[in-house]
C-alpha cells in the first residue's frame, strides 16, 4: 500500500500532517502544534510538498535540505540572519520522523531517498552550542522584566522542551511530596519525579494559592505563551546579558541538562525529565562531564 487516507497519492506534506495528527494522539496538542508550525514555515510551501513519497528521489531531498538550511530567518531585531545549523537540524528531523511514520505505517517500503539526504547530525549540532555559565544565566534573570523572570527562572532550573514548558499546568507539581507530574513528555507512562531542592523551591513560590487549572507560567496577561513571543523576549534578554550565541533557548537547555548530570542526578532522571533518551545523553554528554570539575550539588543556578 503506497496511498495516504480515501486513496489519495501520499505526498510529502500528507506525510507531515499525518504524522502530526498520531503525535496529537500520543502527546497533546503542544507537541503538535509545534510540529505543525513547522511543516507549515518549511514544507508547505516548498515544491517537496506535493511529491509522491513512492516517487521521491534522493536529489529532491538533497535539494529540500540545501533550501531549508540556506534560508535566512528573521531575528528579534526584525533583522535577515542565516540559521542556525541546531535549528536546521531540528527541521529537517521533523520531516524525516513523518517520512519514516509513513514507513512504520506501511505506506510506503522503501526510505532509501531519505535515509541520507535528510540526516541529521545530532551531535555535532549539540557541541557547538556554548555552555551558559552560573554568572551569565543570573544576569539574564536580572536583566528580564519583572513579568517574565518566572520564565527566565524555570529556563535556567528545567531542562524541558519550550513546547512542553509553555503547556506545563499548577497540577504539574505536587508542593507535598515536591515531585513533578508530566504526560508530555511521554506516551504510555507519564512522569512523576522528584525535583532537586532548588526547583521545588522555585515552582513551589510560583504556583502559592493558584488553581490547579491555571498554566504553571503565563504571560502577565495571564494569557498563555506562545513559542514565537517566548523566543522573542528570550533573545531580547539574553542579549542584553551578553549570551555567546544566538540560540539562547537551546544553549540554557544544554547548560541546565550539564549542571544537572554534574552535580549527580542520574542520566535516567534528566532523561525524563528532558524527554532525550538515557542512551542519547549518554553519547552526548558523558565526555562533557566527566572530563570537566564537578560543580557543587546544592544549586542548579544562581535563582536571583
Request: proline share 6%; aromatic share 6%; hydrophobic share 40%.
Amino acid at each position: 500500500m503506497q496511498n495516504g487516507p480515501n486513496d489519495a497519492p501520499l505526498t510529502v506534506l500528507l506525510a507531515c500532517h499525518r504524522f502530526t495528527e498520531k503525535v496529537r494522539a500520543a502527546k497533546g496538542d503542544a507537541a503538535a502544534n509545534e510540529l505543525a508550525a513547522r511543516y507549515r514555515r518549511w514544507v508547505e510551501s516548498d515544491p517537496l510538498a506535493g511529491c509522491v513519497l513512492s516517487k521521491l528521489t534522493s536529489d529532491q531531498l538533497k535539494q529540500f535540505r540545501v533550501r531549508l538550511i540556506s534560508a535566512p530567518v528573521t531575528g528579534a531585531d526584525s533583522k535577515l540572519r542565516p540559521r542556525q545549523p541546531a535549528t536546521a537540524f531540528r527541521d529537517l528531523a521533523v520531516v524525516r520522523a513523518a517520512l519514516n511514520q509513513a514507513i512504520a505505517d506501511g505506506l510506503v517500503t522503501d526510505d532509501s531517498a531519505w535515509r541520507s539526504a535528510l540526516r541529521v547530525t545530532r551531535e555535532a549540532s549539540r557541541h557547538q552550542l556554548p555552555y551558559i555559565t552560573r554568572s551569565l544565566r543570573g544576569q539574564f534573570i536580572s536583566v528580564a522584566s519583572k513579568s517574565f523572570k518566572p520564565m527566565a527562572q524555570a529556563l535556567c532550573l528545567l531542562p524541558l522542551p519550550p513546547s512542553v514548558l509553555i503547556s506545563l499546568k499548577v497540577e504539574s507539581f505536587d508542593v507535598t511530596t515536591g515531585e513533578f507530574h508530566n504526560d508530555l513528555l511521554v506516551g504510555d507512562a507519564p512522569l512523576k519525579l522528584a525535583l532537586p531542592p532548588d526547583v521545588s523551591s522555585f515552582l513551589t513560590e510560583i504556583i502559592r494559592d493558584r488553581l490547579g487549572s491555571e498554566r504553571l507560567i503565563v504571560r502577565s496577561s495571564g494569557a498563555a505563551w506562545s513559542i514565537r513571543g517566548l523566543s522573542r523576549r528570550v533573545q531580547r534578554y539574553a542579549r542584553a546579558a551578553e549570551f555567546p550565541t544566538s540560540s539562547p533557548i537551546q544553549a540554557l537547555r544544554h547548560s541546565v541538562i550539564i549542571d544537572m548530570l554534574r552535580s549527580g542526578i542520574s542520566y535516567a532522571a534528566v532523561g525524563q525529565l528532558s524527554g532525550i533518551s538515557v542512551s542519547t545523553l549518554s553519547k552526548l554528554y558523558e565526555a562533557i562531564c566527566d572530563n570537566d570539575a564537578p560543580v557543587s550539588t546544592k544549586r542548579t543556578i544562581p535563582t536571583q
